[in-house]
């Protein structure tokens, strides 16, 4: 499964990527209580799965910060995070350092895109997951 995850916290004021990045993981910073789809999401994920970082406006479209596989299948804390919230062990294979690096794939007129502007999201677009293959194989 492709899974793709917001790092900008905070209505998108503080993008938290470079942490994700450096220390190694993915996070959602919803609690359970407020946000129990994506935590439910988060337990389904599976070791080899494929995350990536995105950002995602309706004018722009979307872009991909950074492309990594999942490592375990145990579920960091918050503790675990710097309190940045629950997060899942990520070997991040590509990531762009600078934003003029991202990748863009632009509005995809695919109806998803409702989707893609939430915090989590199974990315099911064969496009988008083309794309994602194409940058893992480099």
């Known amino acids: 499964m492709f899974y793709g995850i917001g790092a900008a916290f905070s209505s998108g004021t503080e993008d938290h ?7 190694g993981f993915a996070c ?15 337990r389904q994920i599976n070791i080899g ?10 004018k722009a479209g979307l ?21 940045l919230g629950y997060a899942r062990e990520v070997a991040w294979k590509f990531h762009a350092t600078r934003q003029c690096d991202w990748l863009w794939l632009g509005r995809l007129q695919d109806k998803y895109d409702f989707m ?3 915090t989590m999201d199974i990315e099911m677009n064969p ?8 940058e893992l194989l480099k």
């Open 17 to 23: 990527a470079s942490a994700f990045i450096s220390k």
């Open 28 to 42: 959602i910073g919803w609690n359970s209580e407020d946000a129990p789809a994506f935590h439910e999401m988060l």
């Open 49 to 58: 799965d494929i995350i990536f970082l995105k950002s995602f406006s309706p």
């Open 63 to 83: 872009y991909i910060k950074a492309i990594g596989l999942v490592t375990s299948s145990k579920i960091l804390q918050p503790n675990e995070t710097d309190n």
């Open 116 to 118: 893609r502007g939430g």
């Open 127 to 134: 496009d988008v997951q083309a794309r994602i293959i194409t």
